[in-house]
């Protein structure tokens, strides 16, 4: 049987970062500064999940790649090809700097990586929001103005949030997530960010972080999709994110249901944002709020909720 894939969580601290990750979802920070970050599932060079448990333990994603990419990415998956999707929970106690991640038209020339990413709100205090997208009628001489005149949040559009609700950011839009959020993100394996207004802060060493003001602008021109639409968790959708880099549906499921995953459809992440799941392979390994999972594609995976459970499942990336 190929198990399904649980990985050691890496955290990253950040300046606008907290300890509500030990709280929220019962995790123990050993860093003592505010951690931002954990990335969850992620294969680069600078930063590679390592698999907790199993017959694979200690591997790192891509060991598993390199060695087995039939059986868990499918029979077509270049075996230096890396694993497309980097998976991290966010912990935002402070807003996030304005910024923008680059098209994939323009990306290359300016030296950086894509980035589509989805937000998954698990936690958001009252009042809680983020900026997304340029208001209607803000054009580029005008953004710029706001830049110069340290405004640049009166140019974006300020929507509040609630836990539950799902946002898709496609590359090229400017955004910025507020303080009190806690998010699942689900994105391209990219790590490039370009910074274009942050809140007159200092980072972690006491100076004021880079910007990336001519970057920015540019991957603000070459932005192709429309205004970002944020779904409501009241709305009972089930696909929150459908995009050409992938696609995340939400399944919720009552105490006893089953989730099933037949063996050799595709890869997927399983992401447990509410409530418990036991596997039916191995009685008594359970996946609770905050688990990512990977399940290979030459496996089959059957969960059963306990008490009732809520999970996205993040799929359409392994073509």
Not at 266 to 293: K, W, Y
Request: glycine share 10%; aromatic share 8%.
């Amino acid at each position: 049987m190929t198990p399904f894939l649980q990985f050691e969580p890496i955290y990253q601290e950040r300046v606008w970062g907290g300890r509500e990750l030990e709280g929220y979802l019962g995790r123990k920070l050993a860093a003592a500064g505010p951690i931002g970050e954990s990335w969850e599932l992620v294969d680069r060079a600078e930063a590679q999940s390592v698999v907790r448990g199993g017959p694979w333990a200690r591997k790192t994603l891509r060991e598993l790649i390199a060695g087995h990419a039939a059986e868990i990415m499918g029979p077509n998956w270049p075996v230096e090809r890396p694993f497309p999707i980097l998976v991290k929970w966010l912990d935002c106690r402070d807003r996030l700097s304005v910024q923008v991640h680059p098209p994939a038209a323009i990306a290359a020339q300016l030296g950086g990586e894509p980035k589509t990413e989805n937000w998954y709100f698990g936690k958001s205090d009252a009042g809680a929001a983020v900026y997304a997208g340029l208001r209607a009628g803000v054009t580029r001489a005008g953004f710029e103005q706001a830049i110069a005149a340290g405004s640049v949040d009166q140019c974006l559009d300020r929507l509040a949030v609630h836990a539950g609700d799902s946002l898709l950011i496609h590359s090229g839009t400017m955004h910025a997530i507020d303080a009190g959020n806690v998010i699942l993100e689900i994105q391209q394996n990219s790590d490039t960010t370009y910074r274009v207004y942050d809140w007159g802060r200092q980072g972690l060493d006491g100076k004021p972080r880079a910007l990336h003001v001519s970057q920015s602008l540019a991957s603000l021109d070459a932005n192709t999709a429309g205004p970002p639409h944020l779904i409501r968790g009241e709305s009972g959708a089930r696909v929150l994110a459908e995009c050409r880099e992938f696609r995340i549906r939400r399944e919720v499921l009552p105490a006893g249901a089953t989730l099933a995953f037949r063996a050799r459809e595709q890869a997927r992440i399983l992401s447990v944002v509410a409530g418990r799941l036991e596997f039916a392979g191995v009685p008594g390994t359970t996946l609770a709020l905050g688990d990512n999972v990977l399940l290979p594609y030459a496996g089959e995976y059957s969960f059963t909720a306990k008490a009732g459970a809520t999970v996205l499942i993040t799929e359409n990336f392994s073509a």
